[in-house]
């Protein structure tokens, strides 16, 4: 079969491999979607924590089951997506229902090779059945999972103030599950294009260029003097994450969806004397999933919105690097296998 590996950092060529074995507990997919993700992108520059090389890419994945690995809840034949972090099940977090931070966590295309292949074997346990949605779909239903976990972590309520920091794909999807649990949303970017997408696709009602010399002021204005209870970054920028301390309100949560490689440094006092929470979101849990799928389902999102970019597999080595570049407009690529 054919797959397609990140060598080194800049560099992927296409390979040959075995198609994978039956195993016990394992399930077989033919991949048919693939979402291009921040991960890749990072880990395609060398900006990717916890990475090594070589590595095939790819967890936003979409496929058709071809083997249930003895899971009697699916048939061979459906469309289906699976949760693409591997846990241990026994670890501390595990037993504390919390697998998406798994001591041993292996995240497929990140610790473990991903999905940039024909055929991938994945655990039984972490099948999710398409419901009806298409391929394209359930390839969009990891990134927005990761939002929609970020968002739960907040405990956002109706009505209250949502700072998202950041409207690439994560921060997007952020923004959507915020407004479905009621929260008012306030978009910060340093891309007027992205702002500008989050009017007109989300219908954000705030959008605030993050390069302004007025965002407090801009703030205060929106919140009526209160400022955000919710800070959420889904940039992964330090110079983002540090600066957003300031525009939380008092009593409010901050929560790190986003990861960057330096230190987060904040006044204590200032934090302090708000009374401050600040949390991580990482990954999401079958809960998460279950949620976007319902969401989906039900037309509380719109798929439709984020795939901007289609290539074919043979023709990702090719287009990957653009990619990078904020100037082609990309919020979603997502690459088809036939």
């Known amino acids: 079969m054919k797959v397609l590996v990140c060598s080194k950092p800049g560099e992927l060529e296409y390979t040959t491999g075995a198609k994978p074995k039956l195993e016990p507990n394992r399930a077989l997919l033919k991949i048919k979607r693939i979402g291009i993700c ?201 110079k983002a994450i540090n600066n957003a301390f300031q525009y939380m309100a008092h009593g409010a949560r901050f929560v790190l969806i986003g990861l960057q490689k330096g230190e987060i440094t904040f006044s204590h006092p200032e934090f302090h004397k708000r009374e401050g929470t600040l949390m991580s979101s990482r990954n999401a849990t079958r809960e998460d999933f279950e949620h976007v799928i319902s969401s989906l389902k039900n037309g509380l999102v719109n798929p439709k919105t984020y795939i901007t970019h289609r290539v074919q597999f043979d023709q990702v080595k090719e287009q990957f690097e653009s990619w990078l570049n904020p100037e082609t407009g990309v919020i979603k690529a997502i690459v088809e296998i036939p």
């Open 38 to 238: 921040g991960t890749d992108l990072h880990a395609f520059e060398g900006t990717q924590p916890f990475f090594q090389y070589p590595r095939v890419l790819g967890h936003e994945l979409a496929g058709e089951l071809v083997d249930t690995g003895g899971n009697s809840d699916f048939k061979p034949g459906e469309k289906a997506c699976f949760i693409p972090y591997f846990n241990c099940g026994n670890c501390i977090a595990c037993r504390n229902r919390k697998p998406n931070c798994c001591t041993q966590m292996q995240v497929c295309g990140v610790h473990v090779d991903g999905g940039m292949v024909e055929y991938l074997s994945v655990p039984s346990s972490s099948l999710l059945h398409g419901e009806g949605l298409s391929y394209d779909e359930l390839a969009l239903v990891e990134p927005l999972a990761i939002g929609a976990h970020g968002v739960r972590r907040a405990q956002v309520q109706p009505e209250e103030w949502v700072l998202v920091l950041g409207a690439g794909p994560i921060g997007l999807g952020t923004m959507e599950f915020a407004r479905i649990a009621g929260g008012r949303v306030i978009a910060l970017d340093i891309n007027e294009q992205r702002l500008q997408f989050c009017k007109e696709k989300l219908g954000v009602a705030h959008t605030i260029n993050a390069l302004a010399p007025d965002v407090l002021e801009r703030l205060k204005e929106i919140t009526n003097g209160d400022m955000p209870t919710v800070v959420m970054d889904a940039t992964g920028s330090q």
